[in-house]
């Protein structure tokens, strides 16, 4: 329903993290190709799309995969996903090493880390992706840890997805609201005190309701302080209806920008099954535009591949846990999808 499930909390993304801050992993700047177990993922023209491609992702390493079992097939369909930067969702363990590793394979290839948070206590009102910090001082120190980590290299962070939506709509028991307004407050001045840090904190989907809802929400979240907010992230809303969206909510947010996620909205959302339910694994989808900074509106920053393409929703129509590798559902979003 609101399209966040499926944040790709994965104990491995630690390791994953900690992997590049050690070996120093870089995939090259100006297109150079780094190999990763054959699947020789490169980076994108930087002028029109900046963000780091992870050669190490779950993409690639599936690539890796049909490659060597001899599927070029198939191999050449998840290259549409593993060769496009998409979003590195921070986990709950090591936030700082998990945010320095990032940013410095991304510095290292001349590129910028796109970074999600999704970490607030009670995140996702009980549903696939629930969990977040313990408390208050918890999260605090977690986005510390992020801060502490980015340092002063190039980040783009996607704040608390569904976080503010959660307080609108009554999803988030009254007792916790106060806190989460002060901790999403807190978030993004720490972020902004960076040198090289955009911050865009989530504002729902062209779906769920009206701007005239959500706006004063995010004015007290402080989205003032920040450079924008994010729409549709994990969602299906086409990329029309989403600028339709976001113009419609920065005309009462002081004309802030706004980044979208394009990553699977290329058929718009699915409609044929349980309206509580067409979030989560929907099938028929495909990849929506790719990652960029030339966009069709001004106020529009970049879109964005904020939820990974092929990975799980949740454990709905046969998927894997939240955030889980999904690879027949990866192929299904990549075929038709054009190269």
Request: charged content about 20%.
């Amino acid at each position: 329903m609101y399209g966040m499930r499926g944040a790709g909390m994965k104990a491995s993304a630690a390791a994953l993290g900690a992997a590049l801050l050690v070996a120093g992993c870089s995939s090259g700047g100006g297109g150079d190709k780094a190999k990763d177990a054959g699947a020789q993922i490169t980076q994108q023209p930087k002028d029109s799309d900046p963000f780091w491609v992870n050669p190490d992702g779950n993409a690639a390493r599936q690539v890796a995969s049909y490659a060597k079992s001899g599927k070029d097939s198939d191999a050449e369909q998840i290259r549409k996903i593993a060769e496009q930067p998409t979003g590195e969702w921070i986990g709950p363990e090591n936030p700082e090493q998990e945010a320095q590793g990032f940013t410095e394979a991304a510095d290292k290839a001349g590129r910028t880390a796109l970074l999600v948070l999704y970490d607030i206590p009670h995140r996702d009102c009980g549903q696939y992706s629930q969990g977040g910090a313990a408390d208050g001082n918890a999260y605090r120190a977690w986005i510390d840890g992020v801060a502490a980590g980015i340092g002063n290299r190039a980040a783009m962070v996607i704040l608390e997805p569904d976080a503010v939506l959660h307080l609108v709509d009554g999803c988030t028991q009254a007792q916790f609201q106060e806190e989460r307004y002060s901790l999403l407050n807190y978030a993004i001045t720490k972020l902004k005190s960076l040198g090289s840090t955009k911050v865009y904190l989530d504002a729902g989907n062209a779906g769920w309701g009206h701007p005239d809802q959500i706006f004063q929400p995010l004015q007290r979240a402080g989205v003032a302080q920040a450079d924008g907010f994010s729409v549709n992230v994990s969602n299906f809303y086409s990329t029309k209806d989403s600028i339709a969206y976001g113009k419609q909510l920065s005309a009462k947010v002081g004309n802030k920008h706004f980044v979208i996620d394009t990553s699977r909205n290329g058929n718009g959302p699915y409609t044929a099954g349980k309206a509580d339910e067409n979030w989560c694994n929907p099938p028929g989808r495909k990849l929506g535009e790719s990652p960029t900074t030339k966009t069709a509106d001004p106020l529009v920053d970049a879109y964005l591949w904020v939820k990974r393409p092929g990975e799980s929703d949740g454990t709905c129509k046969g998927g894997p846990q939240a955030g889980n590798w999904w690879p027949t559902y990866a192929l299904k979003l990549a075929e038709g999808s054009p190269s």
